[in-house]
């Protein structure tokens, strides 16, 4: 059994505004590939951008280990060791093995995850054994209409699947995984990216479905426009807060995200030690993220 969600309120920056202000985090860029095909993604490697998807290396699970050993060592106030990328930890098993080595050495560290949760339902039970604390779902929409304009296509056991249908899918699998892990203990957060020409006012109703899922807290991401969705705007700060308040009806949100990059180690908002950590960059290609 992962810790409750009240102990993750004191202990997970990413979950309370309190333990923002003194605990820490390590991203472990563990997981290469994708399986979904976000229309606002540009996932990249390099040491300028500071959003989701960006990594300046990719990493083994044995070198994982020996970031988190660095990581403490430059910040001891980390009390959190994540995956959320660059690509989708449940693409490759790459970042479940990670969990299973630092489980080994650092048995009382927090482990936390994301996911776009096409593969939740198949590997909800490892997800469990493995002890996970936190797992993070992107869910954009719950309306396949919708979620087909974010998201053009996935690749689901071996099949190419477009538009409504993959949108179908993606959303089931989701919905089921988060109800299957909420179910066993594990704290569920949802992520959604607000894009205001397309799910503004749909938010409300993902709040509202993730939380009857299981889903403990929800956190709301303005879209930076890239990619595909580059002709859509940013959302201002009064439709954030107004999505927001329709969406806290529902679930706890979360406002204090950071849009951290997959590889930042150190307190949200402080110095970053990643560049102390990664120092081997790695060329990627064919790729992508879910954001």
Request: charged content about 25%; glycine content about 8%; some cysteine.
């Amino acid at each position: 059994m992962g810790r409750s969600f009240l102990e993750l309120t004191k202990e997970h920056p990413c979950f309370s505004v309190g333990a923002k202000a003194n605990k820490g985090r390590v991203h472990l860029p563990v997981s290469p590939g994708c399986n979904i095909r976000c229309r606002f993604c540009d996932r990249k490697l390099g040491v300028s951008d500071v959003r989701p998807g960006v990594a300046s290396a990719i990493i083994s699970p044995e070198e994982a280990v020996e970031a988190v050993r660095k990581a403490v060592a430059l910040c001891p106030d980390i009390t959190v060791a994540g995956v959320a990328g660059p690509g989708d930890t449940l693409a490759t098993p790459y970042a479940l093995e990670a969990f299973r080595r630092i489980r080994e050495e650092f048995p009382d560290i927090i482990k936390c995850m994301s996911t776009n949760g096409l593969l939740l339902p198949d590997h909800a039970r490892e997800i469990i054994e493995v002890g996970i604390d936190a797992l993070t779902v992107t869910v954009n929409a719950v309306d396949p209409g919708i979620q087909a304009r974010i998201c053009s296509g996935i690749t689901y056991h071996g099949k190419q699947y477009e538009g409504v249908r993959a949108a179908e899918i993606l959303i089931e699998n989701q919905l089921d995984g988060i109800r299957t892990v909420s179910d066993a203990g594990i704290t569920v957060k949802v992520n959604t990216v607000l894009i205001p020409e397309i799910n503004a006012t749909h938010v409300e109703t993902v709040a509202k479905t993730v939380a009857e899922a299981g889903a403990k807290i929800y956190n709301i991401i303005p879209l930076i426009p890239r990619h595909e969705l580059s002709w859509c705007s940013s959302p201002s700060c009064a439709l954030l807060s107004s999505v927001r308040g329709k969406a806290e009806k529902y679930i706890r949100v979360f406002r204090h995200c950071q849009r951290c990059r997959a590889d930042a180690a150190g307190i949200p908002g402080e110095e970053d030690f990643s560049g102390q950590i990664y120092l081997r960059p790695v060329r990627l290609e064919n790729t992508f993220s879910h954001g």
